[in-house]
């Protein structure tokens, strides 16, 4: 009746987020942010997606759109710690993530990426510490399971990360790095038909995502499957360029 009708489109957006749909929950939220582009929940959220789906470039871009419509709004510590984090400004970007969890504690991404910076500064038990009070607060969130699986598996703690990860799976069957993160584990447990599902299952998500494509073609050279790895190459010809040069 009204197409244009923003509040709508939103609130489709937070009933296909929450029953697990997210493409269908991004097209409702960029309908929302093309009738009113300050909006700064349904940019939030949509920029949250983007990086659920691996997509960094396009949740940087929200994020920052974000910022400039309204840099004074309550997320804008989550925002700016983003911002920070993608410069490489880490104990910074820790910094607006602890203040966001103060701000927001039921907020569940504000966990994800601190978690995910303190990783980056190798300080592994703090990122477990980091993700298991997260999901304490958000017990149904599998990307928090997905990143308490990345730090038991840089310490070695392999058994853990695969139910970690098999965890975030049961919860966010579209997680495509929960699937990557899985098959990588599968590939040094020699578990090689198991890592193939598992990558293939990743880009089969995340198509455009070059990691995730990289780790699944490599993983069918090693198993000499050649008509599937031309069809790597064909997807990979069609999307980035760059990455068919490294090729």
Request: glycine content about 4%; charged content about 20%; proline content about 3%.
């Amino acid at each position: 009746i009204q197409p244009h009708q923003f509040v709508c489109h939103y609130e489709l957006g937070v009933l296909f987020e929450r029953s697990l749909q997210p493409s269908r929950a991004i097209v409702h939220y960029q309908a929302v942010l093309r009738s009113s582009s300050d909006w700064f929940q349904a940019a939030l959220r949509l920029g949250r997606l983007f990086h659920r789906l691996g997509e960094s470039r396009q949740a940087i871009e929200t994020y920052q759109a974000l910022l400039e419509n309204d840099s004074f709004c309550e997320f804008s510590d989550f925002s700016i710690g983003v911002l920070r984090e993608q410069s490489g400004r880490y104990p910074e970007a820790i910094k607006c993530y602890r203040q966001a969890i103060f701000s927001q504690p039921d907020y569940e991404d504000d966990y994800q990426r601190l978690g995910s910076t303190v990783i980056r500064l190798q300080a592994y038990s703090a990122a477990v510490e980091a993700y298991t009070q997260a999901i304490t607060v958000c017990p149904k969130d599998g990307l928090l399971y997905s990143g308490l699986g990345q730090a038991l598996a840089i310490q070695g703690e392999t058994e853990l990360a695969g139910c970690a990860y098999q965890k975030a799976l049961r919860l966010s069957p579209e997680l495509a790095i929960a699937h990557q993160n899985l098959g990588r584990l599968c590939r040094s447990a020699q578990a090689t038909n198991r890592a193939i599902v598992h990558f293939q299952q990743a880009v089969k998500l995340v198509p455009k995502n070059t990691s995730m494509l990289s780790d699944y073609t490599w993983q069918l050279i090693a198993e000499e499957r050649w008509l599937d790895v031309l069809a790597c190459f064909r997807l990979a010809c069609a999307d980035n360029l760059a990455f068919v040069e490294a090729y």
